[in-house]
């Protein structure tokens, strides 16, 4: 394995390996709230914060933000700031966060799919093994 940083073009990355840095972007990409607003900008072009937290129904302004974030320090995203009164803030995937749109959709279409026979899965398990259950909030 071959682990370098982008000053080197053609690095090979390997997530399975424990200082890899590749691990830190899956941190990022595998967040809910960040699928969710990379499949949201992705389908609904620039959205104002707000957009994007009416949208992803369920998400506190402090996770939304620590998301946003995030997503704009990997390069998924743009962050505008038009001086106006209010302030306007526009949010809008760049060409590496579209290059992500598919995966991401289809994940999201996959769970939404599939969430009846997970929940019959989690039933189940639930029913046979009552001490090993997770609590659920």
Not at 12 to 27: E, Q
Not at 51 to 69: D, H, Y
Not at 106 to 132: F, G, Q, S, T
Request: hydrophobic residues 40%; proline residues 7%.
């Amino acid at each position: 394995m071959d682990v370098t940083t982008a000053d080197a073009p053609a690095a090979r990355f390997d997530a399975f390996a424990a200082s890899c840095p590749s691990r830190r972007l899956l941190d990022t990409i595998g967040n809910k709230w960040a699928s969710l607003a990379i499949v949201a900008l992705g389908l609904e072009g620039r959205m104002r914060y707000s957009e994007l937290s009416a949208r992803i129904a369920g998400v506190s302004q402090k996770m939304l933000t620590q998301t946003l974030r995030a997503l704009e320090r990997d390069g998924l995203l743009t962050r505008t700031v038009t001086p106006s009164v209010p302030v306007r803030v526009d949010y809008e995937l760049t060409p590496l966060g579209l290059s992500l749109l598919d995966t991401m959709r289809h994940l999201k279409e996959w769970a939404e799919a599939h969430m009846p026979e997970v929940d019959r899965a989690r039933e189940e398990y639930d029913r046979k093994a009552p001490d090993r259950a997770p609590q659920v909030p």
